[in-house]
């Protein structure tokens, strides 16, 4: 199966639409030559009204991490944005519900299939990281999302562990420090080597 239809069919998916508050609008980026998966949570509600990954605070947080601009960020050949449930959730009390269950086992393994690329897969918040990770034959378990983020050189540079750049997550980020001071300039001149190696860096204008 070719990447595009993949990409049609999953657009297409209503498998969890019966407990979707919004409907099914599966929101997915995705292209043969991107270098860097960007593996989310699941769509917001702002990101579900656009159609838009990371369309939100959230996104402009992380292209200042990823040190691009947004013209580079939605080029899929440059990344591929696929979250561990490609639809809007719902939300709760203490912020949006978990990824649906049915979704990272109907389609994440094919759509990795078709990523030949990939050098890089950013794994965001806990669900992607548990998914992600457990993918990895050496990774050591650790209990806390802060002590996996922590020791992400565990993992690095094929998989980097990260907090979900949520304005929510401001008081995780002040605790931290060493996340925004240590572990971003990593990540941008990582992201700046892929881009600068790939088939999109004639578009990959960085901020800095």
């Not at 989310?40 to 838009?52: I, K």
């Not at 959730?89 to 269950?101: E, L, Q, Y």
């Amino acid at each position: 199966m070719s990447l595009g239809h993949l990409l049609q069919r999953i657009r297409a998916c209503r498998e969890c639409e019966p407990d979707l508050p919004c409907g099914a609008r599966p929101v997915v980026q995705a292209s043969v030559s991107a270098p860097i998966l960007i593996a989310g949570q699941a769509p917001g509600r702002r990101v579900h009204a656009s159609g838009l990954p990371f369309d939100d605070p959230s996104g402009d947080r992380l292209r200042s991490w990823l040190g691009v601009e947004r013209a580079t960020f939605y080029n899929e050949r440059c990344f591929a944005i696929a979250p561990m449930g490609f639809c809007y959730p719902g939300t709760g009390k203490s912020g949006d519900f978990p990824p649906r269950p049915e979704c990272a086992p109907l389609w994440r393994q094919q759509l990795l299939h078709e990523l030949p690329k990939l050098r890089l897969t950013l794994a965001i918040g806990k669900y992607a990281i548990d998914w992600h990770l457990s993918q990895l034959n050496h990774v050591r378990g650790y209990k806390t999302l802060t002590e996996t983020v922590a020791h992400w050189q565990e993992y690095w540079p094929d998989v980097l562990p990260m907090p979900h750049p949520s304005p929510r997550n401001n008081l995780w980020l002040k605790r931290n420090p060493w996340f925004e001071r240590d572990l971003v300039p990593m990540l941008q001149a990582r992201v700046k080597t892929l881009l600068a190696q790939s088939v999109c860096h004639d578009n990959a204008f960085l901020l800095k």
